[in-house]
Every structure is written in C-alpha cells, then in structure tokens.
C-alpha cells in the first residue's frame, strides 16, 4: 500500500493517556456531581454518616448554673448558715439567702443566690450551731468551682460545620446539645461481588485453589463508608456477571478480580454490554494498576457506578484506597480526606513512572516501609498502619510523604 492512502479512511483508535495516581483518586472524588440527599435518622442509627447541616446547640451548655464539686453552695462570704435541705444532680433547690449555705453534689444546679461552691474537703461543719467554716487554702471567691451557664456555648450556637462525620464524639456532643435526631446524607448502598472460582470460602488452599481473602477484608472496610447491603461470590462467567453487576440494586457495586485480559476476565467486556462509561481504566499505581472505574447506567433514575478491583489482595486495597474510598465519601457528603503525612524513615523505593503504595508502620510520625509488599501479600499490609504513597523514582529518608491510614470500623 502506498503510504498516502493511510493517512486516509478511520483513523486508528488511541488508548486515553493512564491518569496518575492523584488524577484518578480526583476522577473518583469528583464522579457524583453532589452528595446524596438529607435524611434524619436517631442518634442510634447516626454513626458514621456525614452531617449535612451545621450541628446548632438546642440550649446553653452547660444549661443552668452547675456546681462542679460535691460541698456546699454558698452565697457571699463565710461563715455560712447551714439550712438543712441538699441538692442533688437532677434537682433543684429554693433561693439561697446571703450568709447561708446548702450541701450540693458535683452536677446540680446552683440555687438562685448562691455564688460559689466550697468544696466538702476546705469546709469544716460546727456541728452544734449548724454553721460552716471556710477552711481552703484561699478564701473562696465568687464563682469558684462552678460551672457557669453557656460556658461552652449558647443556645442557636453552631457547634460543627456540614460535613462532619458522625463519631461516638458527635453522638455524644449531639445528644448535650439537645438533640434526637441528626441531619445527615443518606449513605450510597455498595454490593461487593466478589468474582474467581478458584477461591475457598474456608481451609487452607489446596488442589490449585486459594482462600477468598477479600470478603473478609473488604466487607468491614466497606461498611465504614457506605450501606452494605450483600456480598456475593460470583463465578467466573460472562452472563451471571453482566446479570449481577446489571441487577444490582446498590448504588455503588464493587467487583473484585476479573480486571486483567486472562481467559476468564470478563468485567471489561461485562461493561460493554451494558452500556457503562468508563471514567477510568488503570492507573499509574502500583499494586493495582488495572483497577477500574465506571458509571453503570442509571437505575429507578439513580446514578450508579461500579469500582473494579483487582483480585490481587493488596491491588484490591491499593483500588479501594484510591478509587472506592473517595468515591463514598463524595456520595457520603463527606468535606474530604485530610491528607496525613509523615516524614520517610529511610529511603523509600519508588516504581519509575508509578506511585507505589507501600505498607508502612507509624511511629512518632515517622513511616517505615514493611516487607512483603507484593502485590498478592498480607503480611506487609496486616501489620501497617497504613498505606505510604510513594511518588515516581521514590523518595530519599527525610522526605515527607502521605499516608493512606486503613479505616478502624472497631
Ligand atoms: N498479561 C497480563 N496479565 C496480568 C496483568 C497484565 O497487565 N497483563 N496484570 C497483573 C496484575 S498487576 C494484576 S493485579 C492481576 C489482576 O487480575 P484480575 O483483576 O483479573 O484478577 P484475577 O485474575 O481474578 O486474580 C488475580 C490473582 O488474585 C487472586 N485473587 C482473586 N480474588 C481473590 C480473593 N478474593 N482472595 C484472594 N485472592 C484472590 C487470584 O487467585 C489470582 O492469583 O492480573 C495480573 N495479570
Ligand atoms: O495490581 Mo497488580 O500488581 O498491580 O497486582
């Protein structure tokens, strides 16, 4: 053929350039255009979820004047008149006069009148006259050891921005602040379909199979960010893959194994048939570089994506960390992953072109990489604290890198 003639027709077909690392976690991240709708759900049912309105106090806080020690709430001066009655946290008490005093418990409410608390060890009793002493070290002044109304914030007061997660701190903030209920964004349902007729669901690997490792990794993991709602073994075959990812009623589904171009790797082809639009297929990253990122065609009107994970175990991790994570979070409402960085202890190896994710152990914010790092390895990954993401070429000891922490869904 003479040259000329190929320069016309259909030009050949060019592969997209691969995204690097902090490209496709940025595809990932900014995939949803907005977070999922509000819900309000109790207190209990809270965790983990993402505010998606200012957290307000529903009062001052503390709420009314609270004494601070178990003594007595005085009011002016001592030696006080001792009246007869207490008060315990919980009750009230009637007005104080000047010059008198009544036994209080840590947690009361101060009687009107009253303007300091002795605590019981600086007050000594006379017991015949019913009059008590100060004896502290320095005369009690106004307002000691109480805590006054409104001393950490006052009624309407915001107390946390949108994008809060809720932890056992929030829940617990939330509830002295008044509230039952929380607005928070619905959190995306993930379904993991974990693929490879190779694997065993217990005892060691024998006869050419191995253990499906992922379904105990992930699933915990999983439930961090999202509602997981199944886990399923699917085999390796084109339609029950194509039928599992296409039924699939989760927002989000995540397949592992079946990424490569083996004989029995069909998630690429799955996707073609049913129409998905690829966002991003394999990374400048190492382990994990043929992991996968997709926009399923929507289902009841609700926009779907699938994250393809390698089957190696720490690929499959290197693609949650770098696709799945940001992705729930987006849905979740979440303000974003702070990045935390640490200095490397030594020279940390880099891949030439590729971030390499390397298992690594924290100590005074220092990170050491850990052996066993293959991509098919545990054992580096069991005992990290995290995941150092190493640039291209590496990085000399020193230098700071980030570092991917694994969620603790104990
Ligand atoms: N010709 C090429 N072959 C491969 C390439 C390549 O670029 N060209 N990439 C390699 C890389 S890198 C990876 S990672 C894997 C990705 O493979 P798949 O996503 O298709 O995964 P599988 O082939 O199904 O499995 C790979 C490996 O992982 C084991 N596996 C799978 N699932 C589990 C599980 N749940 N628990 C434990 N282990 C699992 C599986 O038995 C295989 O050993 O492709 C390379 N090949
Ligand atoms: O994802 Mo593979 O090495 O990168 O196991």
């Not at 048939?273 to 990253?285: E, K, Q, T, W």
């Not at 990489?369 to 640039?391: E, R």
Request: contains cysteine; proline residues 13%.
């Amino acid at each position: 053929m003479h040259p000329a003639t190929l320069t016309t027709g259909t030009p050949p077909e060019v592969d997209p350039p691969v995204p690097t690392w902090p490209q496709a976690r940025e595809i990932a991240r900014t995939a949803p255009p907005h977070p999922l709708p509000a819900v309000t759900r109790p207190l209990s049912d809270a965790l983990g979820h993402v505010l998606a309105e200012p957290l307000t106090a529903r009062t001052d806080l503390p709420a009314f004047d609270t004494s601070a020690m178990d003594g007595w709430a005085v009011a002016g001066p001592g030696p006080w008149q001792l009246r007869d009655d207490r008060v315990l946290a919980g009750g009230q008490a009637e007005p104080l006069a000047p010059g008198t005093a009544l036994g209080i418990a840590t947690g009361a409410q101060l009687p009107p009148g009253a303007t300091a608390v002795l605590r019981r060890e600086h007050g000594q009793v006379d017991p015949s006259g019913g009059i008590l002493f100060d004896r502290a070290p320095t005369p009690v002044a106004p307002g000691r050891d109480v805590r006054p109304r409104g001393q950490e914030c006052h009624e309407g007061q915001p107390l946390l921005p949108t994008g809060t997660t809720v932890t056992p701190a929030v829940l617990g903030l939330a509830a002295a602040a008044g509230h039952d209920r929380l607005a928070v964004h619905r959190r995306p349902t993930v379904e993991l379909l974990v693929l490879g007729d190779e694997l065993l669901d217990s005892g060691p690997p024998r006869g050419g199979r191995v253990r499906d490792a992922l379904t105990p990794l992930l699933t915990p993991w999983l439930r961090c960010d999202g509602e997981l709602i199944g886990s399923r073994r699917i085999a390796d075959d084109f339609g029950l893959l194509r039928a599992a990812t296409s039924d699939s009623p989760a927002d989000v589904v995540i397949t592992t194994g079946g990424t490569a171009a083996g004989p029995v790797d069909f998630l690429h082809r799955a996707l073609a048939d049913l129409d998905a639009r690829l966002l991003v297929d394999s990374v400048a990253v190492r382990p994990g570089h043929p992991m996968l990122l997709a926009e399923l065609p929507p289902a009841d009107g609700r926009r779907r994506w699938l994250a393809g994970l390698p089957g190696n175990p720490l690929a499959a991790v290197a693609g949650t960390a770098t696709l799945v994570h940001p992705l729930l979070s987006s849905l979740n409402g979440s303000a974003g992953i702070v990045p935390h960085r640490a200095a490397a202890a030594a020279d940390l190896p880099g891949h030439p072109r590729s971030t390499r994710l390397l298992p690594v152990v924290l100590r005074e914010n220092t990170a050491t990489a850990l052996p066993f790092d293959g991509p098919a390895m545990l054992c580096g990954l069991a005992l990290s604290d995290g995941l150092a993401a190493v640039p291209p070429g590496g990085v000399p000891a020193g230098s700071t890198v980030e570092v991917l922490e694994a969620p603790r869904p104990w």
